[in-house]
């Protein structure tokens, strides 16, 4: 028998200003930490096979930080996909967004436009960047557009079901995640894919985000193996 990998991991990246502290750095060095730790997890996943990575970059509650690093944390993008777009071609990786990418400033949505664009026709690992993203603005705009739709009799209201809503939610082509893992310590899920992951197997690890890595991935998908199983 071979061993069951989940389709969809999604990471709360958590931490990383706690990081930079913790080392007498600033939290923007934490979140560039971050972004070192985020390419190791990622070659991760291109190892193990897993089909789609969400990672949760920027929260719409982010934008009620320090504005210097709300600043930084909108040029990362910007620095990260034009130093790394050679290398996810390479390793065929296809870059998604999910999130209100029309209010980002224009540097960064150009970035992640053309990340997207450029990647689209590669079919190995999806990472899904979750960036500005919030779980219930991700419903509330599904439901704007499924409202249009009953205006415009596309569906009857009594046809409504889970699979027409999924279809307007920012994640529509993506499964939904077997694993969300939150490194950080904290427990929350900080409004993070709240419809996704009504099944999700939680998983919560102490470590800061930019000392995460490969090891400690490989860790947690096998706790959730475990689990498959003994539940199968
Ligand atoms: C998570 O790390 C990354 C983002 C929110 C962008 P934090 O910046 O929340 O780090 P801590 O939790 O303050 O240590
Ligand atoms: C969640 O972390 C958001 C991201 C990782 C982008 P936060 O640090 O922003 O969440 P809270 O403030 O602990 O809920
Ligand atoms: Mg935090």
Same mark, same amino acid.
């Given at each position: 028998?071979?061993?069951?990998?989940?389709?969809?991991?999604a990471?709360?990246?958590?931490?990383?200003?706690?990081?930079?502290?913790?080392?007498?750095?600033?939290?923007? +060095?934490?979140?560039?930490?971050?972004?070192?730790?985020?390419?190791?997890?990622?070659?991760?996943? /291109? %190892?193990?096979?897993?089909?789609?990575?969400?990672?949760?970059?920027? $929260?719409? %509650?982010?934008?009620?930080?320090? &504005?210097?690093?709300?600043?930084?944390l909108?040029?990362?993008?910007?620095k990260?996909f034009?130093?790394?777009l050679?290398?996810?071609?390479?390793?065929?990786?296809?870059?998604?967004?999910?999130?209100?990418?029309?209010? @980002?400033p224009? $540097?960064t949505?150009? &970035?992640?436009i053309?990340?997207?664009?450029?990647t689209?026709?590669?079919?190995?690992?999806?990472?899904?960047? &979750?960036?500005?993203?919030?779980?219930? $603005?991700?419903i509330?705009? *599904?439901?704007?557009?499924l409202?249009l739709?009953?205006?415009?009799?596309?569906?009857?209201?009594?046809q @409504?079901? +889970?699979?027409?809503?999924?279809?307007?939610?920012?994640?529509?082509?993506?499964?939904?995640?077997e694993?969300?893992?939150?490194?950080?310590? %904290?427990?929350?899920?900080?409004?993070?894919?709240?419809?996704?992951? &009504?099944? *999700? %197997?939680?998983?919560?690890s102490d470590?800061?985000f930019?000392?995460?890595?490969?090891?400690?991935?490989?860790?947690?998908?096998?706790? /959730?193996?475990?689990k498959?199983?003994?539940?199968?």
């Amino acid at each position: 028998m071979s061993l069951w990998v989940p389709n969809h991991v999604a990471i709360i990246m958590d931490g990383n200003g706690r990081w930079g502290k913790s080392r007498g750095l600033s939290r923007s +060095e934490g979140h560039f930490a971050g972004t070192q730790a985020m390419e190791k997890i990622i070659d991760a996943c /291109v %190892e193990m096979n897993i089909k789609v990575l969400t990672l949760y970059a920027f $929260s719409t %509650e982010n934008w009620s930080r320090p &504005a210097d690093e709300v600043n930084y944390l909108m040029y990362l993008p910007v620095k990260f996909f034009n130093k790394k777009l050679p290398g996810f071609m390479k390793k065929n990786i296809r870059i998604l967004v999910s999130g209100n990418i029309a209010s @980002l400033p224009d $540097s960064t949505r150009k &970035a992640v436009i053309k990340a997207v664009e450029q990647t689209k026709s590669n079919d190995g690992l999806i990472v899904n960047f &979750a960036l500005n993203y919030s779980g219930r $603005s991700d419903i509330l705009q *599904a439901v704007r557009h499924l409202v249009l739709d009953i205006q415009h009799k596309k569906i009857d209201i009594n046809q @409504l079901d +889970e699979n027409y809503f999924q279809q307007f939610l920012y994640t529509k082509t993506l499964p939904d995640p077997e694993i969300i893992i939150r490194t950080g310590g %904290e427990k929350r899920i900080s409004n993070f894919l709240i419809w996704q992951s &009504a099944q *999700a %197997e939680l998983y919560f690890s102490d470590v800061y985000f930019p000392d995460f890595n490969k090891d400690l991935f490989r860790k947690a998908i096998a706790e /959730v193996q475990k689990k498959h199983r003994i539940g199968f």
